[in-house]
């Protein structure tokens, strides 16, 4: 089974930074995209961030500017940078991937940015 383990979480004041990480087993890593979401309480998950196998990125509006996805695929581990925290970043942010029909998560990490 496939198994992602974000972390690197944890509280910042606004204007802080925080690098997530997210560790991927059990697939052939360098061959997929993988993303970022996060959900915060009462919201609907969003994509945050995605990185290509050619490393090509996509980032959401609302992050542009303040946040960097990157891959290591010798380490299996997909990374988000996020600079100039804000309150409205506080989530759970998760690492994902999927495979056919099916969609992997990890467990995901807390980001709390306090104002």
């Known amino acids: 089974q496939v198994q992602l383990v974000e972390s690197g979480g944890g509280l910042v004041q606004a204007g802080g930074s925080l690098r997530l990480s997210c560790a991927a087993s059990?697939?052939?890593?360098?061959?997929?995209?993988m993303y970022w979401f996060r959900q915060a309480p009462g919201k609907q998950r969003e994509l945050v961030a995605l990185i290509t196998s050619s490393s090509s990125t996509v980032y959401a509006d609302s992050v542009k500017g303040r946040c960097t996805i990157s891959r290591d695929n010798a380490k299996n581990t997909v990374y988000l940078q996020m600079n100039s925290l804000k309150p409205e970043d506080t989530a759970v942010y998760y690492c994902?991937?999927?495979?056919?029909?099916?969609?992997?998560w990890g467990q995901g990490t807390q980001v709390t940015v306090s104002s």
């Open positions: 994902n991937h999927h495979s056919g029909i099916t969609a992997y």
């Open positions: 059990g697939s052939l890593f360098a061959d997929k995209t």
